[in-house]
C-alpha cells in the first residue's frame, strides 16, 4: 500500500496541468507532466516503455516513481486502458506494462539484474522497424479500439496535436 494520497486536490493540479501543456500542443503530455509532480511533489520521473499486455512497445512513456516502488500515472488516459491519475501499485494488473525502454545494451539478455523480465527477444527499436502499421494513433494494444478511437475524436476536439 502506498503511503502517498492522490487526493482530489492533487488531481485537480496535475489534471490543470496537463490541459494547460496539451493546449500548448503537446498530445499526451507525460514528459511535462511528470517534471511537474517531480517539482512538486518530489516523486522522481522515470523513462521507458509502455508496453502491451503482449510485451510489444506502445510508446515511449515517462511516469513517476513514489517511494515504496509504486508508479504514479498522470497520462494514462491516453491508452485507454482503464487508467487516468492513478497510483499503480505492484500487485495492479496494469504494473508490468512500464518498463525500460529496450537496446542492445540494457535488456533482459544483456543485463543480469533485468534477466526475470519476460521479453519479445529483440530491441524496441527493432521491433518498431519490423512494425511499422502499429501506430499508437490506431490503438492497435486494444481488443477493442472504439473506445481510444473516440478518446481520439474528443482529444481532437479540444487539442490541436491531436488533429
Not at 488531481?11 to 490541459?19: A, G
Request: overall charge negative.
Amino acid at each position: 500500500m502506498s503511503t502517498f494520497t492522490l487526493t482530489k486536490e492533487i488531481v485537480d493540479q496535475i489534471e490543470k496541468y496537463r490541459h494547460e501543456v496539451r493546449s500548448l500542443g503537446t498530445k499526451g503530455g507525460c514528459y511535462q507532466v511528470s517534471l511537474f509532480i517531480e517539482h512538486h511533489f518530489e516523486f522522481p520521473m522515470k523513462e521507458g516503455i509502455y508496453q502491451s499486455s503482449e510485451l510489444e512497445p506502445v510508446v515511449s512513456h515517462r511516469w513517476n516513481l513514489l517511494p515504496n516502488g509504486s508508479i504514479l500515472e498522470s497520462t494514462a488516459d491516453q491508452f485507454c486502458e482503464g487508467s487516468d491519475i492513478d497510483i499503480i501499485e505492484k500487485d495492479h494488473i496494469l504494473f508490468n506494462r512500464y518498463r525500460p525502454q529496450w537496446s542492445n545494451s540494457l535488456n533482459p539478455s544483456a543485463t543480469p539484474w533485468l534477466s526475470e523480465i519476460k521479453w519479445l527477444g529483440i530491441t524496441d527499436q527493432e521491433w518498431i522497424k519490423r512494425n511499422p502499421d502499429k501506430k499508437i494513433s490506431k490503438g492497435w494494444w486494444l481488443l477493442d479500439s472504439a473506445p481510444f478511437l473516440k478518446w481520439r475524436s474528443e482529444m481532437s476536439e479540444k487539442y490541436q496535436a491531436y488533429r
